[in-house]
């Protein structure tokens, strides 16, 4: 009897060791059909360590795809995790479209990387600081005008004008301008005190809100992000009586002069609008003549240059006679003239 146990083992062997690996397949199977392995890609966040203080990483990448192998419930955990992969900037310089390694890191059991992320692209520029002006930009009511040099920004102290420090890629700050958007109805002549207006700014001409628009590491910042506003206006119109300049360009022909300048129907014009533009006023230009290589008098018809589109006049256009007349006969230079006029060859020795 003390041999049956392994009697019982050896007996039929073969049937029983296919039986038992059908009942692990089996089990196996039915485990499997609850969490099958899969293959899929996982979008990670992406980790910038070691950045220099003094360079902007441009519209860096915060996230990369990660193609990935494991049962599906431990790939659903760690796409749900805070995963990611690490760029070490440490040895980072400006430059644009630069390679970097990358390293993920899957710390979820059963997960592995099917292909490395070898690596990314960067563009970085030096971190620029600037201080900018801040123009006041207003509306005012018909017959009201601003007075510029009593127009300005305030950080704190009412006479001094203020100006904003900004930090940001050089590629922005160079052609960042600062300004605020001064939106009050402007009614009347009394000045305007206006606290907490914030600054806004363009780029390259352009409206730019940098908080959205601009996408660095680190993201820009200025100081102030607010100011107080100071607005001195004039109310009511002025008309008065200007000159009208005319203005030649290029050379008449040789040997012929400029003999006078006719202006029709006048040489004046009348111009209208606010007090402090009209008031700086003396003259008016016309659109400048080119006479170049003329010979005889001219007559054309020309626009008058208004300097504000809030200034009107009773001109917007005038003929203007340029006289033109010989006054020598220009020659050109005879043989012996000429060879009288070349330098005499010093004697050798």
């Known amino acids: 009897m003390s041999g049956f146990p ?15 690996l059908l009942s692990l397949g089996l ?8 969490n099958p392995p899969v293959f ?76 490395s992320v070898s690596s990314i692209r960067l563009t970085i520029e030096p971190l620029a600081n600037r201080l900018l002006d801040i123009t006041v930009r207003t509306k005012p009511a018909p017959g009201v005008s601003v007075i510029s040099e009593k127009t300005y920004a305030t950080c704190g ?15 922005i700050v160079n052609s960042l301008d600062a300004y605020v958007d001064y939106d009050v109805p402007l009614t009347s002549a009394n000045p305007v005190i206006t606290p907490n207006e914030p600054i806004k700014f363009e780029w390259n001409g352009r409206p730019i809100d940098l908080n959205k628009d601009v996408k660095t590491i680190p993201a820009p910042s200025w100081t102030p992000t607010a100011v107080t506003v100071q607005v001195a206006t004039h109310v009511g119109t002025l008309t008065r ?14 040997g012929y002069s400029i003999t006078g300048i ?9 111009i209208t609008g606010p007090i402090d533009l009209v008031g700086k006023l003396t003259s008016l230009q016309v659109d400048p003549i080119d006479v170049s290589g003329l010979t005889n008098s001219t007559t054309i018809s020309k626009k008058v240059l208004i300097p504000s589109n809030q200034i009107t006049t009773d001109l917007s256009s ?7 007349a010989q006054s020598f006969i220009c020659a050109a230079p005879s043989p012996a003239s000429a060879a009288l006029a070349q330098p005499t060859p010093s004697p050798t020795r």
Not at 27 to 34: I, K, Q, R
Not at 262 to 267: A, F, G, L, M, N
């Open 157 to 171: 102290n009412a006479n001094d004008h203020c100006q904003v420090s900004v930090s940001a890629a050089s590629s």
């Open 6 to 20: 392994l009697n019982w083992i050896t007996t039929n062997w073969r049937l029983k060791l296919l039986s038992l």
């Open 262 to 270: 006719d202006v029709q129907p006048s040489q004046v014009a009348n």
């Open 318 to 324: 005038v003929r203007v006679t340029v006289g033109i």
């Open 27 to 34: 089990v196996g199977a039915v485990a499997f059909a609850g």
């Open 40 to 115: 899929d890609t996982a979008s990670v966040h992406v980790q910038y360590l070691n950045p220099p203080p003094d360079l902007v990483l441009m519209n860096p990448p915060t996230s990369i795809d990660v193609p990935v192998a494991g049962l599906r419930d431990a790939v659903t955990k760690y796409k749900a995790t805070a995963a990611g992969v690490s760029v070490d900037l440490s040895n980072a310089k400006p430059g644009p479209n630069q390679a970097f390694a990358v390293t993920p890191k899957i710390e979820v059991p059963g997960v592995t990387a099917r292909t």
């Open 241 to 254: 009586t200007v000159a009208l300049g005319v203005r030649l360009t290029g050379a008449q022909a040789c």
